[in-house]
């Protein structure tokens, strides 16, 4: 795993994954998500569950960072700007070794550094305060182009929403990253085809998604974003890009490993599982 080692640079340092490995961690992650929501009795289960893979292959193969100096000056940066899918994060960085696994325990309540959305002053390991759904991705554009000016070779990732992208600043961004030519910038739609509200192609389709970002000249990659292999090499695909951003469209399953979850939407948008519920998601991942 590239967490933890400072020496480790892109793509082609890389160790070979173990993907059984990466795998056990996503089944352990859906749980650690679905307690922590239970116990808060509020949260966000479909669209944290959906970018489980993903988050994975960033934390547990592909960034270059270090959980015992989480301000590292040359460490990738990650901004989720879906920030209501923060569980998934918490669940990575707790075992990831950012901070003592009991702490998931005390999601959304008062004085925990795990709040409801992530909060950059209170949490290690998060990079920006998301939450406000639009703002990410012009965070993350900054955050590549401060790079580019201190002549830094850190990579910058940024998750998105599918609902998120019916909002115009997030058009701005996409303008912006291609001008700059930042080439060390990688976004990630997790497009999970739902929003609070209901489907995303009834609210405001976004539709035709690739194309348009390829007219935004950006370089897209197009992966089933449940698949753990099709999620690393979409990632080193990102980083052999060398003339402009990429944009990675992660197509995903909504309430991924949970059976009565998986797409049903909007039922499992911002709904924390109950006392039966739970148990029959965690005998469904356990067994």
């Known amino acids: ?47 944290s569950l959906s970018a ?17 100096e989480p301000l590292w000056q040359d460490r990738d940066r990650f901004v989720l700007s879906k920030g209501h899918a923060v569980p998934v994060q918490y669940a990575a960085l707790a075992r990831a070794g950012y901070f003592d696994p009991a702490l998931l325990d005390t999601l959304r309540t008062l004085g925990s550094p795990l709040q409801g959305h992530p909060d950059r002053l209170r949490c290690p390991g998060i990079e920006a ?25 850190y990579r910058v990732f940024c998750m998105l929403g599918d609902g998120e992208s019916q909002e115009g600043q997030v058009w701005e961004s996409a303008l912006n990253a291609p001008t700059f030519k930042l080439n060390n910038l990688c976004a990630i739609l997790d497009w999970n085809l739902g929003q609070l509200d209901g489907l995303v192609a009834d609210i405001q389709p976004i539709e035709p998604v690739a194309e348009k970002w390829a007219a935004f000249n950006w370089h897209v990659v197009e992966i089933d974003g449940n698949d753990i292999e099709q999620c690393l090499a979409a990632l080193q695909e990102a980083d052999r890009t060398t003339d402009r951003p990429t944009m990675i469209i992660s197509r995903t399953i909504k309430g991924k490993g949970v059976s009565f979850m998986e797409n049903d939407i909007p039922a499992w948008h911002g709904v924390a599982p109950n006392k039966d519920q739970t148990e029959a998601a965690l005998q469904e991942l356990q067994g």
Request: with cysteine.
């Open 1 to 47: 795993m590239s967490s933890g080692n400072q020496n480790a640079s892109c793509c082609s340092c890389h160790p070979t994954p173990d993907i059984d490995q990466l795998k056990e961690l996503c089944r352990l992650m859906r749980i650690d998500i679905i307690k922590m929501l239970h116990k808060a009795g509020s949260g966000h289960p479909g669209g």
């Open 129 to 153: 305060s998301t939450g406000a759904l639009g703002q990410g991705l012009s965070i993350a554009v900054g955050m590549a182009m401060a790079a580019k000016l201190d002549q830094r070779d």
């Open 52 to 68: 489980v893979e993903m988050i994975v292959a960033l934390y547990f193969h592909h960034l270059r960072h270090n959980p015992k």
